[in-house]
């Protein structure tokens, strides 16, 4: 089955074109199912690229998926218009009343920021702790993971000597779960961030479950909120480390090369995707756990939903 998203969302040509089915409104009306209700919340500035690369995993699965893109209300976007997200894009307060199967937190580019100082973090608290009576499955990316475990755990985050940038090899640690079936034994991530963990303060709530001994941890579950951490980034396209790369390299930050990013450390040459099919795995593992544990009554989540 196919997603359905936005009719006119500038992404939907290059889903199409990458051989994702899109459903328009009036089709997906003729199909006697219920969709998956899935909503992202986007805190990137670039909107259009971050729901692309999410909009392309999640529209993988057999499931027929409607996708809600959602944006803080306390916040104007300074690289996205504000026309393209009145069409495009619901905000928080007019999704607050909704459920949701399924709801993606994305990462925001302020990672110097303590979290009180964010200025849409009251907000924030608000959408987290909704997620535990409005959601089904919760799945929190980079800072929206570290945002998430902050709040929740009280997890203390500290900055790392110099900043994880590339693709790394990590290790699958928790005991066998449905989110990871199909993982290779050592996947590649791709990882872009200045912070890590401290893992003295993970409580027993918590369960690591893709790990690095020498950047940190990449993916933990919550026993208790139905809900995944991911630090890093499988929902990365080909380009996403070398465009940052050659970004910081036209501001003169004179960057380090993204870790085994370019075929032969070369910056002139395409970078090789070696973490798509993971992405992939991810994203319709945890579509089918929502799909064979959500309630059939939407209105029933978060009553006592497990």
Not at 49 to 56: G, H, Y
Not at 281 to 290: M, S, V
Request: glycine content about 6%; some cysteine.
């Amino acid at each position: 089955m196919p997603i359905r998203i936005p009719d006119h969302l500038p992404a939907r040509k290059t889903l199409e074109a990458e051989g994702v089915v899109v459903m328009d409104s009036s089709r997906a009306a003729r199909q006697d199912i219920r969709p998956l209700q899935i909503g992202l919340l986007n805190l990137m500035p670039n909107k259009e690229r971050t729901e692309t690369q999410f909009a392309r995993l999640i529209g993988s699965t057999p499931l027929q998926i409607d996708l809600t893109l959602v944006r803080v209300s306390d916040h104007q976007s300074k690289n996205t218009s504000e026309d393209y997200l009145r069409s495009f894009y619901s905000t928080w307060e007019e999704i607050r009343h909704r459920k949701f199967d399924g709801f993606v937190v994305t990462g925001a580019p302020i990672a110097n920021i303590p979290f009180e100082e964010v200025k849409y973090w009251s907000e924030m608290l608000e959408i987290m702790d909704w997620t535990g009576s409005n959601v089904h499955q919760t799945m929190f990316i980079c800072w929206g993971a570290q945002a998430a475990l902050h709040h929740f755990h009280q997890v203390q985050r500290y900055r790392m000597p110099q900043k994880a940038f590339g693709v790394y090899r990590h290790a699958l640690t928790g005991a066998p779960n449905p989110w990871l079936r199909g993982f290779s034994d050592s996947p590649m991530v791709p990882v872009s961030r200045y912070n890590d963990l401290d893992r003295q303060s993970i409580g027993d709530g918590l369960e690591i479950l893709i790990d690095n001994n020498e950047i940190g941890v990449c993916m933990l579950r919550d026993r208790t909120r139905r809900a995944l951490y991911m630090l890093n980034h499988l929902e990365y396209d080909n380009r996403s480390l070398a465009d940052e790369y050659d970004r910081d390299v036209k501001a003169g930050l004179n960057p380090a090369l993204p870790v085994n990013l370019f075929p032969g450390g070369d910056p002139t040459v395409e970078p090789e995707n070696r973490w798509r099919s993971h992405g992939h795995l991810l994203f319709q593992n945890w579509i089918n756990e929502i799909y064979q544990t959500t309630p059939y009554d939407i209105s029933r989540i978060g009553d006592g939903d497990n």
